[in-house]
């Protein structure tokens, strides 16, 4: 069966079941009910505090073939994941579903315990390290499923993604299981990815490091779904939060890329009053923020708000009045966190408001501009975040695809070539965000803009930006590179690329070394 | 039928179902699902802010038979219940049930539409004024539903108040449909009774007078739940949420009672650090409030938290540092807004959180103590405060029996006489609270503790407060002003008083005229 990028898929998959097909970015539109958790009640008086995770998992019980998820706000630095997988191990527990909002090298131990089927299944939006390696190498017998970070929160509410049990990793917490990411040595900031698992797993574990009198204030997940709080020596390192990339580029060439995706904005008339603004946390997503803060100076312009993966270079524009509000569903470094302490105008969103497309709306919806990177674009500006030139994994969407449906003009950042290889394809490996979503794509040799967007080509080339046809800036690299061949794959299919409404826009099959 | 109180119940009612006698205070457990509202999406760049409410009757459609629901946050200067009515009215619909989750005076438009069948149904926590007044003169052919503050938010979250449309008056909000309480011209505070309103029903309408750039913040009630934004001239009078009863009593005998009500507490032993409270608007127990700062003051203590409706007094106790919290569902005054807008110690709940027994655990279960009211109370200790002496409702629950169930030491005060009838009674007209969940009643001439709880009987008497037995109490009464009667009452049920766990503790019957 094909999908309507083209993209062959299997009707069912062992494991996941009927493969609904990707019919377009806004083509699917929900049918069903609201995820209906047991109702619960807990006596005045009664105890949730639990001495160790051990006993939280005989209390529950924590059976063969459950799905447990995790929130990854602690991204490399998480201690949660590889504590409570530990007691499953030990438990002699078998046949786990690891729902885990984002995978880092640091959950190298998975890799151990998906060997001997402690981990059957994992459900994320992201992965990279030994986790990403080992499932491209075909280490589960079904499919990763790889969720958007909307999509994630849209798969719980709707009950796509059934989570039996939710450990929180909570930086503080009361005994009455309210919790939030703001308090204590292990803050993490803003809680959001974990929002939705609260809110409907079946059953919801606070592990804490932190523990303080009732009642906690601020309060950012409600005693109303916390079953059990568990309080273990350390649930993270927030130095791991903080990733290389979310430094400005210094490399000229990026710099030149920054400066002309501002351009672009500026061109597109959204240097205006109300301007919102999505930028992630690599180096030349960052350099665009600086010029666009010099273009709203310059103009005197006060923007509505910067959303998503927040920075504390986006925390110093919201503190110079740049932007009125920042929405934060997850803090990418310290500065980020200090602010979603201190200010008020620094809101915690959850992941279904930050991006899910079924709800009655949220936040990218009302996106001016999103600044996305790309592994691979193809001519059809479809976008590959999920899988490297060699065909692992080593990626994923993230926020990519929510934010580029959701965004008005969507800029896709990228130096023409990525180490020696063309980022201009006529099919990328894997598709992640459509390219009916992606507006822009923006190089150091010149500018694409998605045929879809003839209005916005016309401003672009009226501003005098340099406007190239995408497939001449791809034959512009081929000339620079070579033509780069398709990676050789196995037959199996190792992950299901599902797109933001529960449709499948791709599959990632294992990985096969060159010959 | 019977229940365990003795009350007799029919076994079905017309409009209602089958009835679950209530059984004990904490007898009925859940064993369903959460209410699972339909799933929805809103496309980037579509646009909720309706012209008018009548076009968003239109929009919905709003159908013959629905329930629309209703918060009372602006009490008796509540400005969209009739505004929405009398468009229902105009559009010629019928047979509605207003879930309004307190019903004042200034609803009284709402009796002409029960008599034109407009209206057909009323769900609520109280009820005073013209309505309550034709509610039991039998206006409706089904009997109203009472439900507790706490047993509201369950209904609502369990699917047994299941709500079409929710219109949700906003003090603030912008055009995606983010509110909060707290902002402009009518804030009314908290808008925590709204909060299971706003997730649950399958239509949720912002109506404000206050339309704020996107994104508001503070957000209390999510755009993700928001599908229609209607900007109207006024929403309501923040004068009429002051009650007359947010005073301290200056009469000699309710001071008397009220410092009877504090030394309990005291000689209970919970003047101690963490100590957490909760206590009404009405003069007496404002005044026992009084007295209880006196003594945390005089021990040097810091309370955890007050909670429920707070008042100014609780503010003032908050601001000197003798709570650490305010837990906040309703606000009862200008102070309760001022503070709940500027201090973050100062926190907004919904009523969920605050009192729903069937989630993981309501604020209410960790309360030390409460101080209530009673129309009357009779030997086993219920408490009615739904009917009056001449059999008309003129109440209701609220949070009484929620707040009862939670507390460990829950304190009814209440003069012996009450007009010039006693109190205490053999069986009270209306069972609202049951007795063993009542621990202690204080009025002028004595304090009789419920024979269930003979430790703190004990306490009692070693300090030396004056503790009688109930029965002598009443005695003492009716040697004053005789034996009460009860009221003549009609056939007709004309309204079904429900515990909080959705178990039906009593019902009330059609006002009769003394003959």
């Known amino acids: 069966m094909k999908n309507s990028l083209g993209r062959m898929l299997p009707e069912t998959v062992a494991g996941f079941g009927a493969v609904k097909p990707f019919a377009g970015a806004f083509a699917t539109t929900p049918s069903g009910v609201r995820k209906a958790p047991r109702q619960k009640t807990v006596l005045p008086k009664a105890n949730k505090l639990v001495d160790n995770l051990e006993e939280v998992f005989r209390r529950i019980p924590v059976r063969d073939g459950m799905t447990l998820s995790f929130h990854h706000h602690f991204r490399n630095g998480d201690g949660v994941v590889n504590q409570v997988l530990a007691v499953a191990a030990k438990l ?31 459900d994320t939006d992201y992965m990279s390290g030994p986790v990403a390696e080992a499932v491209s190498q075909g280490v589960l017998a079904k499919p990763v499923i790889f969720r958007t970070h909307g999509g994630r929160a849209r798969a719980i509410e709707c009950g796509d993604l059934a989570v039996d049990v939710a450990f929180i990793a909570a930086p503080a917490a009361d005994d009455y299981g309210n919790i939030n990411g703001v308090q204590g040595e292990t803050a993490c900031g803003s809680l959001g990815y974990a929002f939705p698992d609260a809110e409907y797993a079946e059953v919801v574990v606070a592990v804490t490091d ?58 597109a ?21 600086h010029f666009v803060r010099k273009m709203m100076k310059a103009a005197n312009v ?20 740049l932007f009125r509000n920042l ?49 691979e674009i193809d001519t059809a500006f479809n976008v590959n975040v ?50 009916e979503t992606v507006d822009v794509l923006v190089t150091e040799r010149g500018i694409a803009v998605n045929p879809l967007r003839p209005e916005l080509k016309e401003k672009l080339v009226t501003a005098g930006l340099p406007v190239r046809d995408i497939a001449e800036l791809k034959a512009l690299a081929e000339k620079m590179a070579g033509a780069p061949k398709a990676p050789p794959q196995g037959e199996k299919i190792v992950a299901l690329v599902e797109y933001r409404d529960g449709t499948i826009i791709d599959v990632v099959r294992q990985y096969k070394a060159c010959e």
Chains 1, 2 share one sequence.
């Open 269 to 289: 008339g959204l240097i205006r009053d109300g301007f919102s603004f999505q930028t992630g946390a690599g180096g030349a997503s960052l350099a665009t923020a």
């Open 386 to 435: 999920v899988t490297g030139s060699d065909g692992k994994i080593m990626g994923g969407s993230g926020g990519h695809s929510d934010a580029a449906a959701g965004a008005s003009v969507t800029i896709v950042v990228a130096n023409l070539l990525r180490g020696r290889l063309p980022i201009i394809v006529d099919n990328v490996l894997t598709v992640t965000t459509p390219g």
């Open 92 to 122: 002699g527990l078998r046949d786990l579903t690891i729902a885990l909002s984002s995978v880092f090298p640091v959950h190298a131990p998975m890799v151990e315990l998906m060997k001997s089927g402690v981990v059957t299944g994992l």
């Open 302 to 321: 006060t923007g509505s708000f910067a959303l998503g993966g927040i920075t504390g270079y986006l925390v110093s524009m919201l503190e110079e009045g």
């Open 210 to 267: 932190n523990l303080q009198p009732y009642p906690l204030h601020p309060i950012s997940i409600s005693q109303e779904r916390v079953d059990y709080v568990v309080v273990v020596d350390k649930i993270g390192d927030p130095k791991g939060i903080v990733s290389g990339t979310t430094q400005i580029t210094k490399d000229p060439v990026g710099l030149k890329i920054a400066a002309n995706a501002a351009k672009v904005i500026q061109a």
């Open 327 to 375: 929405i934060d569903v997850q803090g990418f470094d310290l500065e980020a966190i200090r602010s979603i302490r201190d200010n008020p105008r620094h809101l915690e969103v959850g992941a279904g408001m930050y991006a899910s497309p079924f709800n009655a709306g949220c936040a990218v919806n009302k996106l001016d501009v999103v600044i996305l990177g790309a592994t």
